[in-house]
C-alpha cells in the first residue's frame, strides 16, 4: 500500500514489457551498500553487485555475476545526479534523526550492517529534501501575497548544516503552515 510499489505495478500490470531498468543510485536512491555482504549468501554472490539477477542478457549470453564487482557505490554518488530518494536506509528528514549504522539483534550481521550507509551522504540528502521545502515555502508566500510565512526557524545548532533550522532537536520537526482556504495554487505555479 506504499507509493514504493505504485510505479512497479504501473510496469507490471498496466503497461507490461515497457519499463527500462535506471540506475538506482539516482532514481530511488536508498544511499545503502550496493555489495552482497550477507553471510546467508556468501558463497553465491559475495562482494557482489546487487543487481537485478538475469538469466540472460540482451545479446543472448550468460551473465557472470562473480566478475559483477564494479557497481557505482550509490552511498557516494553526488546528490546533484540523483532524482528521486526514497529515506529507508537514511532517516526521513522531518524524523530529525541522523542515520547512524544499524545495530543488528544476529551479531553474526554486525560486518555486514557496520556500513550500511554513510550517514554524511544522508545529512545531504535530508539537506536537499529541506532546501526544496525552503523554495516551496517561498513560492507559496510570494503567491499568496505574504498571507503564507515560513515557521520561525530554530537557531539552537541542531543539526543546522542537514536541517536547515526545521529541527530544534532529535524528532522536534518543525511543520509547514498551511496556506488559507482561497489560496489559488495555480498562482503559485504561475498558471
Same mark, same amino acid.
Given at each position: ?39 546467508? &549468501? =556468501? ?7 546487487? #543487481? ?6 540482451? *545479446? !543472448? ?65 535530508? &539537506? =536537499? ?7 516551496? #515555502? ?6 499568496? *501575497? !505574504? ?45
Amino acid at each position: 500500500m506504499a507509493y514504493q510499489g505504485v510505479v512497479a505495478y504501473y510496469y507490471d500490470q498496466l503497461r507490461p514489457n515497457t519499463a527500462v531498468e535506471l540506475n538506482v543510485c539516482r532514481w530511488n536512491q536508498v544511499a545503502a551498500d550496493v555489495l552482497w555482504r550477507g553471510p546467508e &549468501r =556468501k558463497t553465491e554472490h559475495h562482494l557482489q553487485c546487487r #543487481e537485478y539477477p538475469r538469466l540472460t542478457l540482451p *545479446d !543472448g549470453t550468460t551473465p557472470d555475476y562473480a566478475s559483477n564487482t564494479n557497481c557505482e557505490d550509490c552511498r557516494n554518488t553526488p546528490v546533484e545526479l540523483v532524482k528521486t530518494v526514497h529515506y529507508t536506509a537514511c532517516k526521513k528528514p522531518w524524523e530529525c534523526r541522523m542515520a547512524h549504522p544499524r545495530v543488528p539483534r544476529d551479531k553474526s550481521q554486525t560486518y555486514r550492517l557496520d556500513n550500511l550507509v554513510n550517514v554524511t551522504y544522508c545529512g545531504l540528502l535530508a &539537506r =536537499k529534501w529541506f532546501e526544496l521545502r525552503m523554495e516551496f #515555502e517561498d513560492a507559496m508566500e510570494r503567491a499568496s *501575497d !505574504g498571507r503564507v510565512k515560513r515557521p520561525s526557524l530554530s537557531s539552537d545548532g541542531y543539526e543546522e548544516e542537514y536541517f536547515l533550522g526545521y529541527c530544534h532537536r532529535s524528532g522536534g520537526y518543525t511543520p509547514m503552515e498551511p496556506p488559507p482556504r482561497d489560496f489559488d495554487i495555480q498562482r503559485m505555479y504561475g498558471m
